[in-house]
């Protein structure tokens, strides 16, 4: 993983041709095999030499191996050289009366400019030596194979397609995102996870998890927001809406975390405590004095219970005839008096 982080960033830097072919050796190698040859692709468009893809073909599958074969007379990069090298030396050889070892330089001079494309220059020279050598079978059968030019390769590359398993590529380019963010390689990082949850499944999720954590994490909570919607879903979303929305709140932006608590009560009012947060407060109940259980103490057997005295009754009746008594009695001592005037003296 640290060769393909540093080719990313050297890739990065300076987008020459060697460094596309470095980024492009080390994903191959990594596994991501569409994406190296999408570089190799990148390459010969830009005008890049098909033979230094020699220097970084071992990590691909055959079938790109095949497209850039090398020359059994060429060398790295020299196949100009080698066969005008070979054309001066089968010359030599036939004109000092070496017939077999002219044969040998011959076929590979002609090899060896078939490989660099110049077809016309390896037939004239065929045809030389087929005239040169009428009874050699290997000279009259053979065959000038021009080798692939830049844009044949360029076509068949194309064309290719390996399969991987979405698991798989979900796996690698979860992985890979996360290493490139935590390298700080932003853009790149981000890409290879938004490739990851397109995959799906459990590497899917964790990828749509990984974009929304990072924004979370550098504070940039209106950036996480619509990423949550985008890449998540159920539980995990609320979860993250959750955390967004106290984030909101912590940072004194209460309008903005009520509107997501508000979206999450929506969703699930059961969903932890946001019912408490969306529900306005209930009133405050009026406070009862509290009764105080004052405990009973037992009653001493030597207190006797003292009832309380009836009520005083007057009888207003026995005064009355009390008085009419005495009414009485007084009259009894008084000596009745003739009236015979009517100027009456009582004494």
Do not use: C
Request: charged share 30%; hydrophobic share 35%; glycine share 6%.
């Amino acid at each position: 993983m640290k060769s393909l982080i540093l080719s990313y960033r050297m890739f990065l830097e300076e987008s020459s041709g060697e460094n596309i072919l470095f980024l492009s050796k080390n994903l191959a190698e990594y596994g991501l095999v569409n994406d190296a040859v999408a570089l190799l692709i990148r390459y010969l468009t830009e005008g890049g030499d098909p033979g230094k893809v020699q220097n970084i073909i071992d990590p691909f599958p055959q079938q790109v191996k095949d497209l850039f074969k090398k020359t059994e007379t060429g060398g790295e990069g020299e196949e100009d050289f080698d066969a005008q090298s070979y054309l001066e030396m089968a010359d030599l050889l036939w004109d000092i009366g070496s017939p077999d070892d002219a044969k040998q330089n011959y076929v590979r001079a002609i090899q060896g400019l078939a490989a660099k494309g110049d077809v016309d220059r390896a037939n004239e020279i065929l045809a030389t030596v087929k005239e040169r050598y009428p009874d050699d079978p290997e000279i009259q059968n053979l065959q000038i194979a021009a080798a692939p030019t830049g844009q044949d390769i360029l076509k068949s590359l194309q064309s290719m397609h390996f399969d991987i398993p979405p698991e798989k590529e979900g796996e690698l380019r979860l992985n890979l995102g996360k290493a490139l963010l935590e390298d700080g390689i932003v853009e790149q990082g981000i890409s290879e996870l938004k490739k990851a949850s397109m995959v799906g499944g459990f590497f899917g999720e964790e990828a749509g998890k990984a974009i929304v954590e990072f924004y979370i994490s550098r504070g940039e909570l209106e950036n996480a927001l619509p990423l949550v919607d985008e890449y998540l879903a159920g539980e995990v979303r609320l979860d993250y809406l959750y955390r967004i929305a106290s984030g909101f709140e912590n940072a004194g932006n209460n309008d903005r975390a009520m509107e997501i608590y508000k979206t999450i009560y929506n969703a699930n009012p059961e969903f932890r405590d946001v019912k408490e947060k969306v529900m306005p407060p209930a009133p405050p109940e009026e406070k009862k004095p509290e009764e105080v259980e004052v405990p009973s103490m037992p009653i001493p057997e030597s207190v006797q219970k003292v009832e309380p005295a009836p009520p005083k009754v007057e009888e207003p009746v026995m005064v009355q005839e009390a008085k009419s008594e005495k009414v009485v009695k007084e009259t009894k001592k008084v000596k009745a008096v003739k009236l015979d005037d009517e100027n009456i003296i009582f004494v």
